[in-house]
């Protein structure tokens, strides 16, 4: 039986990854941060289910010795470094604390599986934020990168990491650059969750309103389902090599709302607010990806189209809706 690590285990990614790799037949272990904002309740809500399946292991990005500490008491075929800031507004607001987590918590990874189990495959969770203000479209494995936030670079800093582990110490060691995922698992935060979870707040009279940024930006949005297949793909390969993960199509956050309000039989027009606030220092205008690498390598391919993406989002958050108690709606809607 195989045995993989996954930091970022209660994320979006990192809970359909644990699922896949037990369905696989893997045994599971994950890091959790000792303490957080969130309580335990909400904060294991997407492993709640896998719970006595998973092994939850508690450390911290930022502490090498408490992330050694995990990698010296079990040997580990795999490991899927997922945990990061990674909310791109947020790494405006507090560049200091995404830089520190993002590529200090890569590098601990690295050293710590340099020194106890250089053997280990590992996979880091590269991003197409790192092409940034993009030099061509759409974007592949030999795009250069021009990132254009904080976390951007931070991602960039974790992929030159991750190349330079492989290549100083011969360490199977490979970055995902992975486009846009979502799901009805995705944070709040991101624009794609906050405009279904307000088209349910809509719907169920909760909310009046969705106040959204640069409405122009385009994005390729594929679902974080598919997206976790590839990562475990990337790790069984005979040589290690990076690759993109995206599904060639692009959308602005406008059409994203238009299909969105529209599935809840309502028009985007009437609800939709542009607020400064929301917009960014620097923005990435556009993001297209090309994935030929992975689908001809890998035989990695899509279940989702864009379309059935958008549904299950939406109908996700309606459903929610309809299953919470009335005093807790409000709370629940993040409009
Ligand atoms: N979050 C948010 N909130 N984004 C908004 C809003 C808003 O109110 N209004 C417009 N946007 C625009 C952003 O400016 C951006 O162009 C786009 O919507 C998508 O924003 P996010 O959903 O926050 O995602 P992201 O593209 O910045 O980053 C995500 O994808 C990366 C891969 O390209 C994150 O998941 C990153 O962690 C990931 O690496």
Same mark, same amino acid.
């Given at each position: 039986m195989k045995r993989a690590l996954i930091t970022g285990i209660s994320g979006q990614d @990192?809970?359909?990854?644990?699922?896949?790799?037990?369905?696989? @037949?893997?045994?599971?272990? @994950?890091?959790?941060?000792?303490?957080?904002? =969130?309580?335990?309740? *909400?904060?294991?809500?997407?492993?709640?289910?896998? *719970?006595?399946?998973?092994?939850?292991?508690?450390?911290?990005? =930022? %502490?090498?010795?408490?992330?050694?500490? /995990? /990698?010296?008491?079990?040997?580990?075929? =795999?490991?899927?470094?997922?945990?990061?800031?990674? &909310?791109?507004?947020?790494?405006?607001?507090?560049?200091? %604390?995404?830089?520190?987590?993002?590529?200090?918590?890569?590098?601990?990874?690295?050293?710590?599986?340099?020194?106890?189990?250089?053997?280990? *495959? &590992?996979? &880091?969770?590269?991003? %197409? =934020?790192?092409?940034?203000?993009?030099?061509?479209s759409p974007q592949n494995e030999a795009t250069p990168f021009h990132p254009r936030s904080p976390y951007g670079i931070s991602k960039v800093a974790g992929f030159d990491l991750t190349r330079n582990y492989r290549e100083a110490y011969d360490m199977y060691c490979v970055s995902g650059i992975l486009f846009n995922h979502e799901s009805p698992r995705r944070g709040y935060e991101f624009v794609t969750r906050k405009i279904t979870s307000t088209v349910a707040g809509i719907k169920a009279g909760l909310a009046g309103e969705l106040r959204l940024g640069n409405l122009e930006a385009k994005r390729d949005w594929g679902h974080a389902e598919d997206y976790v297949k590839a990562m475990h793909l990337m790790l069984q390969q005979p040589e290690p090599e990076d690759y993109v993960v995206a599904t060639g199509e692009t959308h602005t956050v406008r059409d994203f709302c238009e299909l969105a309000f529209g599935k809840a039989n309502l028009d985007y027009r009437d609800f939709v607010k542009i607020d400064e606030q929301f917009c960014r220092p620097a923005e990435v205008d556009l993001l297209i990806g090309d994935a030929s690498r992975a689908r001809r390598s890998l035989g990695w391919k899509m279940n989702y189209t864009f379309e059935e993406l958008v549904s299950q989002m939406v109908k996700g958050d309606l459903d929610a809706l309809d299953n919470l108690p009335n005093k807790q709606r409000q709370i629940e809607t993040i409009a």
């Open positions: @990192g809970s359909y990854l644990a699922e896949h790799l037990l369905s696989l @037949g893997y045994e599971v272990h @994950g890091i959790v941060r000792r303490v957080a904002l =969130e309580d335990p309740t *909400r904060r294991f809500s997407r492993i709640d289910h896998l *719970r006595d399946r998973i092994n939850l292991q508690p450390a911290s990005m =930022e %502490s090498y010795p408490s992330l050694f500490n /995990i /990698i010296s008491k079990h040997k580990f075929d =795999e490991c899927y470094h997922l945990a990061a800031q990674s &909310f791109v507004a947020e790494s405006f607001a507090d560049g200091f %604390s995404t830089m520190n987590t993002n590529i200090n918590g890569t590098h601990y990874m690295l050293a710590a599986l340099r020194e106890l189990q250089p053997e280990c *495959r &590992f996979y &880091f969770a590269g991003s %197409s =934020e790192m092409f940034g203000k993009v030099r061509e």
